[in-house]
């Protein structure tokens, strides 16, 4: 069975652009996170989806990260606009939901410059 | 919200001899937990998913303990190889699991020969 798909792996970015990360769910899963993870703050979540309704949207997070779940398998994040302070490994999970543990993908490293 | 604390950050052990991580947790309504390992530049692989109501739990080559009394999560790599020099991170989930994991800040465990 495939896993948790990130793409790209790496991205690079001016300040000020958009940018968009893309996660593909393990098949049947129901719940879908993304966090972002930096070495002084740790892993945050940004958002979570349980099928394909948002849950939960990182307070910190809102005003400039939009993430969406067009459908069952697939989920985008976009940064607009992109800030140096943005530059981390961004991390999509699957879960199939309740308590069951979840799934992490390989992420994608942005930096922005 | 929810606040986990993980110590310590960092731990240098020699081979052979047992490494020990501690997470404390405020919200008494957690109920899932989780411990993941993230070996360097990879992605969180799942080492044990914990219930509120077991208290000791085994795996091969580690030990965690829940104290739900004190919210206090504890993982002991038993007998540490080289293999197991990753960072770790604690994660913490409500029993509503209407939020996403919250995690530790991660330990970063290096084992020498």
């Known amino acids: 069975d495939a896993g948790v798909t990130q793409t790209p792996r790496h991205e690079v970015a001016e300040k000020g652009q958009t940018i968009i990360l893309k996660c593909e769910p393990v098949s049947g899963h129901n719940d879908l996170f993304w966090y972002r993870q930096t070495k002084i703050q740790g892993l945050e979540l940004l958002s979570y989806f349980r099928s394909k309704s948002l849950m939960e949207d990182g307070g910190a997070f809102k005003d400039r990260f939009k993430a969406e779940m067009l459908n069952s398998s697939f989920s985008t994040l976009k940064i607009q606009p992109t800030e140096p302070k943005d530059s981390a490994v961004y991390l999509c999970?699957?879960?199939?939901?309740?308590?069951?543990?979840?799934?992490f993908g390989p992420g994608t490293r942005l930096t922005v410059l | 919200g929810e606040q986990v604390e993980q110590r310590p950050p960092h731990l240098s052990v020699r081979e052979g001899d047992s490494a020990f991580i501690t997470c404390t947790y405020t919200d008494p309504n957690s109920y899932y937990f989780f411990w993941y390992k993230q070996e360097p530049g990879a992605s969180l692989q799942l080492l044990m998913k914990?219930?509120?109501?077991?208290e000791i739990n085994e795996g091969q080559g580690f030990t965690v303990l829940l104290n739900k009394k004190d919210k206090r999560l504890s993982l002991n790599l038993t007998a540490a190889h080289p293999g197991d020099s990753a960072a770790y991170f604690c994660?913490?989930?409500?029993?509503?699991?209407?939020?996403?994991?919250?995690f530790g800040l991660g330990t970063r465990v290096s084992v020498f020969p």
């Open positions: 994660a913490v989930r409500a029993g509503n699991y209407a939020q996403g994991l919250t």
């Open positions: 914990v219930f509120s109501s077991t």
């Open positions: 999970a699957s879960s199939p939901g309740r308590g069951a543990e979840q799934f």
